[in-house]
């Protein structure tokens, strides 16, 4: 499975345990459409997944980094998801 995680303010977060409902439906529809959009991709040389984290000062302000085991595949996340 894809590892998308969630950082407001410095701190981790997860989509479920956000205490503003509306936030926290912001994070898990984001969630669900990183997962849709790449969660299938893999390294074709290495076998390795995607690593998505959104992070900013709040849900209204976040930006995503994408890491990996090679630049092949953070290059063919980043063209999928931007």
Do not use: Q, W
Request: hydrophobic share 35%.
């Amino acid at each position: 499975m894809i590892d998308i995680s969630f950082e407001i303010n410095g701190r981790k977060v997860s989509a479920n345990r956000v205490g503003n409902n509306l936030e926290a439906a912001i994070l898990k529809s984001f969630r669900d459409s990183i997962t849709r959009s790449v969660g299938h991709i893999r390294c074709t040389e290495h076998g390795g997944r995607p690593k998505i984290k959104a992070k900013g000062r709040g849900v209204d302000s976040m930006s995503v980094e994408v890491t990996g085991c090679c630049d092949t595949l953070v290059n063919r996340v980043k063209k999928k998801i931007t």
